[in-house]
């Protein structure tokens, strides 16, 4: 695309045809990407992002190509990122893999027919890039499990944190698209299941080899300028390559204080890498500023909420910026940029507080994925709980992903009947309240019990631990149950639009303080069955689920395939008719009746 | 003060305590005035209770195992329900 066709949020200068890093990029991707054009105002960040690039992506090492740019495409696909995987879509197109492949894997790369370690790799590579406090070292494991030695899994981890920091990138500086975009579908999250909250510093999970600061300049910089070797950097020394070229790209960006100070891009990397729940980096920040001269409860106090921090409000409206972008779930519009220019910033500010955001969280990634013990006592361990509301939408509940069924599961997808038995005896009688529920009669619904579990059965291999395997497992049941009812013609109306007509309530009788002790337990079971079974179908459908399963509203709207107004209403429905049917027998003037 | 129509319109959030605390005091203040309202509403509420405790449509423990044996025996000698991956 021509560079004048540029719609980034910043202006491209020309910086010649024989700019050596746009060399490299035209010879490894075919163009020069528009993200690269749209940072030519500082080019000592686009000359070492190319050396840095060649190291971890172009040069030939023991991941091929393929999986390299398949990882970029899978996590870019992860993070919303428009941008991302039109580049690499184009780029695997050009290395010959099939356009059917690669449309799949933009859909959801595990129907995508990769072989097993492949879709290990992205496995590991999405949780990485999207849940990595989740990430502990049962994943590296399940990559060892696949072949992969400590040297490819390090490619691994550094590929995915390449990808963190290209996304990063691209959602602050919007460059356009350098080929055909992509559809992507929206709620593609492919997090593996049943992990616990783990934090990031439950390793180094990687083997690692000595290396003296004497002979090894990255060590003899790191010393110089820290005091110390941060073991962020001790875990990478099987490829002592990357951490040269990490070294110079960290002189280039976090070095010169021209543009944004010392200062301001220290207490950028503090926020993004609280946002990002990163103990370990969050406490070596921390520590760099005490070493600039805050004291340690300023330091807090920035990482905890920059807004009550002693800042000027320009350096805060900075931090709101960086701490949007480093979060990758928002998106970040024009009005983000005018803000930061009404606060006297120029676009070489705004240029290089991106820079150093993607920067914070390539090492945000990195760490977690190496999973490194702290250099410095950490004053804060992070937990969920230090989420930002916003974000902890996006995170697992404590504890929510844990499904009680994963391991029960597992098994039968290896292949184990006796496993299924289980599965099948622990929710038997959750399957049949359901079915007798909606297709409403005993022997309909032994036959949709059957065919309920055949099915999940013959489908449990394409299980993928979305949702726990219970809601699947209801799903299933309500779609059997559906098609008996569709089969009998007794649903007609299910899929019409609602015909919504005024409330009349016909029993206003006020009812007793304890209106179930006017019956036994049986006749109460009873009442309820009748009436239940009385409801028009598709009114008894939503109710048997939310009011007799008690599943959520969304578990039920996902399981019916309805909106979830039209589940609301029909529940409200539901539970009025049901109330007038009960009234008669409940009612503070009921004789007893129909028991 | 709100009509009992739009008291209805609210009714299926607030049984699900889905209202802002604004609405909330809508209703409860319509509720405190309107009877027929107050009586639907404590009704419902006292209808879902019955029902959710009812134990309606749960499996005979005894009727289970017949079930259970005959899905896995149907599985064993079905070689259609290959697991496939």
């Known amino acids: 695309m021509a560079a004048e066709n540029l719609m980034s949020y910043l202006q491209e200068v020309d910086l010649g045809g024989t700019f050596p890093p746009f060399v490299s990029f035209e010879e490894h991707f075919g163009v020069v990407p528009n993200l690269f054009r749209a940072q030519t105002l500082l080019p000592r960040v686009l000359e070492c992002e190319a050396e840095f690039m060649g190291a971890v992506l ?50 959801n790369y595990r129907k995508a027919a990769l072989s097993t370690s492949d879709a290990a790799l992205l496995d590991f590579a999405t949780k990485l890039a999207m849940r990595a406090p989740w990430l502990s070292r049962e994943d590296i494991e399940l990559l060892r499990d696949q072949g992969f030695n400590d040297e490819s899994i390090l490619e691994a981890i550094l590929v995915t944190s390449l990808a963190s920091f290209l996304c990063t990138l691209s959602t602050g500086l919007s460059p356009s698209p350098d080929f055909e975009p992509r559809v992507i579908p929206t709620s593609n999250h492919t997090s593996p299941p049943k992990a616990a909250y783990v934090g990031g510093t439950g390793g180094p999970y990687l083997r690692a080899v000595e290396r003296s ?94 807004h009550e921090a002693d800042l000027s409000k320009e350096t805060k409206a900075l931090l709101d910026f960086a701490l949007k972008l480093a979060g990758r779930r928002f998106r970040i519009r024009s009005e983000d940029i005018d803000e930061l220019i009404g606060h006297g910033f120029t676009e070489e500010h705004i240029l290089e507080t991106v820079a150093v955001t993607a920067l914070n969280n390539f090492l945000n990634t990195l760490q977690m994925g190496l999973g490194t013990t702290p250099d410095v006592k950490p004053r804060h361990v992070y937990t969920l709980k230090d989420a930002l509301p916003t974000l902890a939408e996006e995170y697992p509940a404590e504890g929510a992903q844990i499904d009680p069924d994963a391991s029960l599961v ?74 008996c009812l569709r089969e009998r013609k007794s649903l007609e109306s299910f899929d019409d639009e609602d015909y919504v007509e005024e409330f009349h309530p016909r029993f206003v009788r006020a009812w007793g303080d304890n209106p179930e002790q006017l019956y036994s337990e049986a006749e109460r079971r009873g009442l309820v069955e009748r ?65 | 003060m709100i009509t009992c129509s739009e008291f209805m319109d609210e009714f299926g959030d607030y049984l699900e305590s889905e209202v802002s605390t604004k609405v909330r005091q809508q209703l409860e203040d319509h509720v405190a005035h309107c009877r027929t309202c107050q009586v639907i509403c404590d009704s419902t509420r006292k209808t879902l209770k019955i029902v959710t405790d009812s134990g309606s ?29």
Request: proline share 4%; hydrophobic share 45%; charged share 20%.
């Open chain 1, 531 to 595: 009436a239940v079974m009385m409801l028009p179908s598709k009114y008894r459908v939503v109710l048997v689920l939310r009011d007799i399963e008690q599943v959520s509203t969304g578990e039920a709207a996902a399981a019916l395939n309805l909106e979830i107004p039209t589940l609301k209403s029909r529940l409200l429905r539901a539970r009025l008719m049901l109330r007038e049917a009960l009234a008669p027998h409940f009612a503070t003037s009921a004789k007893r009746m129909g028991s």
């Open chain 1, 213 to 306: 600061p004497e002979s090894f300049p990255p060590f003899a910089i790191f010393l110089e300028r820290f005091g110390f070797i941060p073991n962020l950097f001790r875990a990478q020394t099987l490829r002592p390559d990357v951490l040269e070229a990490e070294v110079e790209l960290f002189g280039n960006v976090l070095g010169p204080k021209d543009v944004l100070s010392h200062m301001q891009k220290e207490c950028i990397l503090l926020v993004a890498a609280a946002t990002n729940l990163n103990t370990y980096c969050v406490a070596d920040h921390c520590e760099m500023l005490h070493i600039m001269g805050l004291s340690m409860e300023e330091a807090d106090q920035i990482a905890l909420d920059h």
């Open chain 2, 57 to 85: 449509f749960d499996l005979p423990e005894a009727a289970l195992k017949p079930i259970v044996d005959r899905i896995m025996a149907k599985i064993r000698t079905d070689q259609g329900y290959s697991n496939s991956f």
């Open chain 1, 410 to 483: 597992a098994r039968v997808q290896a292949g184990d009947l006796e496993a299924f038995e289980e599965l099948v005896i622990r929710h038997s009688r959750r399957v049949h309240r359901t079915l007798v529920g909606i297709v409403g009669n005993v022997q309909d619904a032994q036959d949709a019990f059957q065919e309920t579990f055949l099915k999940a059965f013959r489908y449990i291999g394409s299980f993928e631990g979305r949702s726990t395997f219970s809601t699947w497992l209801l799903s299933i049941a309500s779609n059997t149950a559906l098609q």
């Open chain 1, 58 to 107: 172009f040069k030939d090492s023991i991941l091929s190509r393929i999986q390299k740019e398949c990882i970029l495409l899978a996590v870019g696909v992860e993070c919303q990122s428009n941008y991302c995987v039109a580049l690499h879509y184009q780029v695997l197109r050009s290395l010959g893999v099939p356009v059917s492949r690669l449309d799949q894997i933009v859909i």
